[in-house]
Nanobody, 114 residues
Framework: VQLVESGGGLVQGGGSLRVSCRVS????????SGWYRQAPGKERELVAVIGSGGITTYADSVKGRFIVSRDNVRKMVYLQMNSLKPEDTAVYYCYRKWKGLEYWGRGTQVTVSS
């Protein structure tokens, strides 16, 4: 399984951005996919994940602002980020878990200016 992120960049505080993740290789229909992030000097943390049935989990810091979604036909995972804050600045990593195996993308930088 390979995960490739795209869509990061620089945005002003209060703005919106969507990052995308393309999944390739052997794709299993039952899995958990989503996004983690890592800011400079901090540990990697969960942002949002979505299960095969569509159940989502969000970090408290992004609830009500971010939306995670998936398109199983196109093998894509998305993170719509609204009302962005400078503290959302981080490298965002695409993530997939299947039967205990974890896969990660290389990450895409999101920078929010104040």
């Amino acid at each position: 399984v390979q995960l490739v992120e795209s869509g990061g960049g620089l945005v002003q505080g209060g703005g919106s951005l969507r990052v995308s993740c393309r999944v390739s290789g052997t794709v299993h229909s039952i899995n958990t996919s989503g996004w983690y992030r890592q800011a400079p000097g901090k540990e990697r943390e969960l942002v949002a994940v979505i299960g095969s049935g569509g159940i989502t989990t969000y970090a408290d810091s992004v609830k009500g602002r971010f939306i995670v979604s998936r398109d199983n036909v196109r093998k894509m995972v998305y993170l719509q980020m609204n009302s962005l804050k400078p503290e959302d600045t981080a490298v965002y990593y695409c993530y997939r878990k299947w039967k205990g195996l974890e896969y990660w993308g290389r990450g895409t930088q999101v920078t929010v200016s104040s």
